[in-house]
């Protein structure tokens, strides 16, 4: 194509001599190319929010707890409760070699931790293992987590969670070293986690105090009983195999009906992450569905528009036959305008969309001052704009062929 000054300044003459309508026609572009990017940017932005809330726990993780029985089997009757023991995870363990981490879980809720003047109620102590890491990442502030020593010796130690921290240690000092108080009884602090995990695993972690699993076990006279199995799979393997093997183990241990689907509860994590992972691919999809919808109804507005423009310059298209125009330059014509009008609304529309998005990502963001990432990546906004230019030809086609169809003695006629 030929592109000089004099067709630059023919094509701005076209837009430009019909404002209104070269503005309703434009405004439909800018209209579907902003919906695509909001659309698309808000996607992102909500993606990028469950992402943080989710942020370092583990996707292959499952959960074990227990419920009444529904069936009777060797002398006991339906509608037993039974408990979880600590001796389950040596056996689990033995028997169920599909498990990469395991641990027991005690909570007691509604705990009033205390440092000197300030406390911190409704505070959830949480009895815990060392390999809980594994299945929620604790980012440490200050200190260490718990390890194995603390379990065998019993240690009256535990890891402040950040919500627990903010209240219990205003002035945000290091308080490793430091005691709280617990229903009378001084634990050291040796850690303070950071993490920002919305999800609850018998309590969000934030608003918890963790304590070797053996020391609250004894401290609050628990006997052998745990309230929950926390656990991750080996790389490779399914989670629902895992947690069938894992109630087969149980049910022969504490006596209950091998088909009773009630009494072992599982809540499988890495299902669970599955379907949120799908959802956001269906999400991305009507996105993109809906926003070049709404691209597609603006462009098909440009080529009606260029349809009615064709046919008011006809004896001008016809002249220029006459005097020796090819019909690659009327073609070069009608596609440059529509081109024109299409990619500067769209490029309006792209910039307007990323401006707001942009203004949404500074505004929007968690307690941690972290952002979710409302917004498009280069490559999504390359992608638009080539995009954009292709409905733009496509747009032009129809108005040019029938550019190129009129002949000049038919168009004297028409005048």
Request: net charge neutral; charged share 20%; hydrophobic share 45%.
């Amino acid at each position: 194509m030929r592109f000089d000054t004099d067709t630059f300044n023919e094509i701005i003459d076209t837009i430009t001599k019909n404002k209104s309508r070269s503005f309703l026609t434009a405004f439909g572009v800018f209209w579907g190319i902003f919906m695509l990017v909001i659309l698309y940017g808000g996607s992102n932005g909500v993606g990028g929010m469950v992402h943080l809330m989710m942020n370092g726990f583990a996707t292959n993780s499952g959960f074990t707890f227990t419920d009444e029985t529904s069936l009777p089997y060797k002398g006991f009757n339906k509608g037993r409760y039974w408990d979880l023991e600590i001796k389950d995870l040596d056996i689990i363990r033995r028997n169920v070699k599909e498990i990469d981490y395991l641990t027991g879980e005690i909570s007691m809720w509604g705990k009033t931790a205390i440092y000197g003047e300030n406390k911190y109620n409704d505070c959830i102590v949480k009895g815990v293992e060392p390999s809980f890491k594994f299945i929620e990442e604790q980012p440490l502030k200050y200190g260490r987590f718990l390890n194995e020593i603390d379990i065998l010796e019993n240690r009256k130690v535990c890891v402040v969670g950040k919500k627990a921290y903010e209240q219990l240690f205003p002035k945000e000092f290091n308080p490793c070293g430091s005691y709280i108080k617990i229903d009378g009884i001084r634990y050291q602090v040796v850690g303070v986690s950071v993490s920002e995990s919305s999800i609850s695993v018998n309590g969000r972690t934030s608003e918890s105090v963790m304590i070797p699993l053996s020391t609250l076990s004894k401290t609050y006279n628990m006997g052998s009983r745990i309230h929950l199995l926390a656990y991750t799979a080996k790389s490779g393997y399914k989670m629902s195999d895992v947690q069938e093997k894992i109630s087969k183990v149980l049910k022969s241990v504490h006596y209950i009906h091998p088909d009773d689907k009630q009494a072992v509860g599982n809540v499988n994590a890495a299902e669970m992450f599955a379907v949120l992972d799908n959802l956001f691919i269906g999400l991305a999809a009507l996105t993109w569905i809906i926003g070049l919808g709404t691209l597609l109804a603006g462009v098909i507005g440009v080529s009606n528009i260029m349809m009615v423009t064709v046919k008011e310059r006809t004896s001008e298209i016809g002249i220029r036959r006459a005097i020796g125009a090819k019909s690659s330059d009327i073609l070069q014509q009608i596609i440059s305008e529509c081109l024109v009008l299409t990619i500067v609304a769209g490029l309006l529309g792209l910039s307007a969309g990323v401006m707001v998005l942009n203004i949404a990502d500074k505004l929007l963001k968690n307690d941690a001052g972290q952002h979710y990432g409302f917004g498009i990546s280069l490559s999504a906004g390359i992608s638009i704009t080539v995009i954009l230019g292709c409905l733009g030809v496509m747009a032009a086609l129809a108005p040019a062929l029938r550019a190129m169809a009129i002949k000049p003695i038919e168009a004297m006629r028409e005048e």
